[in-house]
Nanobody
Framework: VQLQACGGGFVQAGASLRLSCAAS????????MAWFRQAPGKEREFVGS????????YYTDSVKGRFTASRDNAKNTVYLQMDSLKPEDTAVYYC???????????????????????WGKGTQVTVSS
């Protein structure tokens, strides 16, 4: 599976962005998808995950209520709607896929434990104050 994220940009605090991640291959619906981010000088951190069906989502506390993950298995695409953006959301955002873990389990993993099967190239999100 190849993943390609896009949709990043430079926005003011309070604005919204929607990231997209398109996947190649015919088995997209078999993968749990997740979003991660990495700010300069910091470890990569989990942002959110979405189950294979899209019915379940999990988020890190700092984005709960502001970010929403969704997926369209017919289009092999996962999205991250980011609302009420804050300067601390500034980071490179990555999408990733896992064949066997579930979305809840991914949300409980810490830096260094992210054993995703596939990673996309990141997309930069910059939020100015």
């Amino acid at each position: 599976v190849q993943l390609q994220a896009c949709g990043g940009g430079f926005v003011q605090a309070g604005a919204s962005l929607r990231l997209s991640c398109a996947a190649s291959g015919r088995t997209f619906s078999s993968y749990v998808m997740a979003w991660f981010r990495q700010a300069p000088g910091k470890e990569r951190e989990f942002v959110g995950s979405i189950s294979r069906s899209g019915n379940s989502t999990y988020y890190t506390d700092s984005v709960k209520g502001r970010f929403t993950a969704s997926r369209d298995n017919a289009k092999n695409t996962v999205y991250l709607q980011m609302d009420s953006l804050k300067p601390e959301d500034t980071a490179v955002y990555y999408c990733a896929a896992h064949r066997f873990r579930n979305a809840l389990h991914l949300s409980m993993m810490g830096p260094g434990d992210y054993d995703m099967d596939f990673w996309g190239k990141g997309t930069q999100v910059t939020v100015s104050s």
